[in-house]
């Protein structure tokens, strides 16, 4: 556990810290907690570090894990196993936030002096209905100063932990392109491209490449959708938007290529493409003559009429 401490500082020696900034790492980069069963719980722990002598609150948020964690080298065999659902929030800290305080008691590396470090415990919790495939969420230390010394000091995150985990059970990674449609209710050419996932796993999806063709395959325009997740057994709508003084009426070929985890899924379909529907912004507004108001008259004699038959009851 030293050694990776020491990795972690030797960042810290390529940037000497300057007496105006405080930074704070985290030990190992990325931490592997095995199989987990669903509806189980499993205890991780890691270091949080720092250089500094001076008193720091580091604040642990977890957050959702990038795909391309599992692109990486070292995940080349898993990388078709990986479920994209959202666990960080499973993850719970019995203490947060921490304080690093500066101790007599220091550790001495070739790249420097270590003032602090703390160890951190957490808690995984899988639920029951959890995608049976690999995982992945962050855990980033957000430091703050309890006191500032000079005019100003920055405080410098250095980087956050991985945690990767296996939910047991079978993970298959499918989908399928089932349509390809325009929006007929939107005042653009948006077309929607409609993917459902077969398999088990939650996957981000989007379009790299959305191609309105001619009938005789020549190219008229494309582009791409934006991202999408979408859980198993779900449909997901991917949207492209194109340019109605480019794309005219008729009947055109359509093909949507889309991307998800780390597999790629296309199809072409005809269809035919209608006018864009004109929207109409016109706001109505009182009749006015001359720049006066008739209706605020004929309310405020109305108004009149009432108030003097409510006099003549009373009197």
Same mark, same amino acid.
């Given at each position: ?46 270091? =949080? ?6 008193? =720091? ?5 977890? @957050? ?91 405080? =410098? ?28 209710? @939107?005042?653009?050419?948006? =077309? ?73 899924? @296309? ?49």
């Amino acid at each position: 556990m030293l050694f990776l401490i020491f990795i972690i500082f030797s960042i810290f020696a390529v940037n000497p810290v300057s007496a105006k900034e405080l930074q704070v790492g985290v030990s190992p980069l990325m931490l592997d907690l095995g199989t987990v069963g669903k509806g189980e719980s499993v205890v991780g722990s890691f270091f =949080i570090v720092t250089s500094s002598k001076d008193e =720091i609150v580091v604040k642990l948020k977890s @957050s959702r894990s990038n795909f391309d964690f599992f692109k990486k080298k070292e995940n080349i065999d898993i990388v078709h196993y990986v479920s994209e659902e959202d666990s960080s929030g499973w993850v719970y800290f019995p203490e947060n936030p921490y304080v690093l305080k500066y101790e007599d008691d220091q550790l001495n590396t070739k790249s420097g002096t270590i003032s602090d470090w703390e160890k951190v415990n957490f808690v995984l919790n899988v639920p029951d209905d959890a995608d049976s495939c690999y995982h992945a969420f962050k855990i980033e230390p957000i430091p703050y100063a309890t006191k500032e010394e000079g005019t100003s000091v920055d405080i =410098i995150a250095m980087v956050a932990i991985t945690v990767k985990f296996k939910v047991e059970g079978d993970c298959e990674v499918r989908g399928e392109i089932l349509d390809i449609m325009q929006d007929s209710s @939107s005042k653009y050419i948006d =077309i929607g491209v409609y993917f459902k996932n077969t398999g088990t796993a939650t996957v981000s999806l989007f379009s790299p490449e959305v191609m309105i063709l001619y009938e005789n395959g020549t190219l008229l325009d494309k582009t791409r959708s934006g991202y999408l997740y979408v859980a198993p057994g779900d449909i997901g709508v991917l949207n492209a938007r194109f340019n109605p003084n480019k794309v005219h009426p008729g009947n055109y070929l359509l093909n949507s290529t889309v991307a998800y985890g780390a597999n790629t899924t @296309s199809k072409q379909v005809t269809l035919t493409i209608e006018e864009p529907k004109i929207i109409d912004a016109t706001v109505s507004v009182p009749v006015t003559t001359d720049g006066i108001n008739y209706n605020f008259f004929l309310l405020f004699a109305i108004i009149i009429l009432i108030a003097y038959k409510i006099y003549k009851r009373d009197n």
